[in-house]
């Protein structure tokens, strides 16, 4: 961190270059947060995560048995000295468990924290009123349900939940009548992963067990999706595909997150690969991310983009991986879980990281007291990226140097 001010004052270190290698390096050096554990009862393994967009502090989880959780990240009790302050379910013990299988995904409203969502394997996704600390609604899907994603912006999907599931078909649940009101078909398998664009409210992404990645507009769904990604479309060639013989991975796709200004696209693959799209070209950046062998990627439900830090993070086996976007390189790893790493999320100001494992635990990693510059510039909160962004006008993955 002083070697970083040190080159800065003398003026070699500068922009949004120079903000996000310097929170890159912050991040890469997170540790488990001794400010707060998170009490988890599940007396199975973490399934899902998601911390609200409202407030970035509340957590919800979902466990393998078939229980939620939501946490108070800001607010905790303490405990014996010595010990950091816990913070409790926040959910009453006899309403926790809404489903009969494996929560296997748990989503926000996007407009407020009074409403949330979560999917399970038994084909129900229930609506839930945080108020009232109970399931407002249920729907059945007839179909295993393994992902569901609510959209942050306001406009044409804010009410609507994207419901992937064992079926073929992507289905679409308006909150304000309880009712499917779309089904885009077309997916060559079932629908492992759906992400809402966070800049544009009409386009969904949705990833299947076949190794697809379609990008739709949900206003044309009953034409051909928008986006067919193929691995062999590329900065360096486009080689053209058909929709039915596009493929982005040669196993499922397990997981995908865009970036923070939606140009980019990152997936996980059974196949053990991570991937970079740009969403508006519809090609695949080449950045070269290392094969993650001898992992068993399909049990990963959660990456995450970390900010403007240009980091991404990857659960591997027991342990999450932090990947630098521009070279694939990895730059750290979070240890300390004690089995497989299900996903992982991060709050919004850049500040702390959770995961979720098979072991039961959620770990809170804390990155806001690492590598104190004492300039002001990343100090705590998240500084650097907002110094970076006073100091240009630009976005950190807008001056990507991959073709765009």
Known sequence: ALQWCAARECGLEYGPTAGRRYLAHRVARAEISDRLQIHSRFEQGVSALAIDVDEDRYLLSGGADGSVSLFDLDDAIATQPGGAPLSRDLLSGDKRRSHSGIVSS????????????????????????????????????????????????????????????QSLRVRLLDLRTGAITLEIPGHRGAVKSVKWSPADANILACGTLGGQILLWDIRMAHRQPLISLDKFRTYAGQERQDVGSSRAHEGSVCAMQFSPDARFLFSLGGDGKIAMWDVHQGLSTMVNFPRLRGVRTTLVNQIEVLGDTGLIAVPRQRDVALFNVRTGGEVGKLCGHFDTVR???????????????????????????????????????????DAARREEDGSDWSDFEGGG
Do not use: P, Q
């Open 343 to 385: 996903g992982v999320c991060a709050r919004a100001c850049g500040t702390e990281i959770v995961s979720g494992s098979d072991d039961s635990m959620m770990l809170l990693w804390d990155v806001r007291g690492l590598g104190r510059s004492g300039s002001g510039d990343g100090a705590g909160g998240g500084g650097g990226a």
């Open 106 to 165: 748990v989503a926000w409203y996007g407009m407020d924290n009074g409403l949330f969502v979560s999917g399970g394997m038994d084909g129900l996704v229930n609506v839930w009123d945080t108020e009232r600390d109970e399931v407002a609604f249920a729907l059945s899907v007839d179909k295993r349900v393994h992902a569901l994603s609510m959209s942050r912006v306001v406009g044409a999907s804010i009410n609507l939940v994207a419901i992937g599931s």
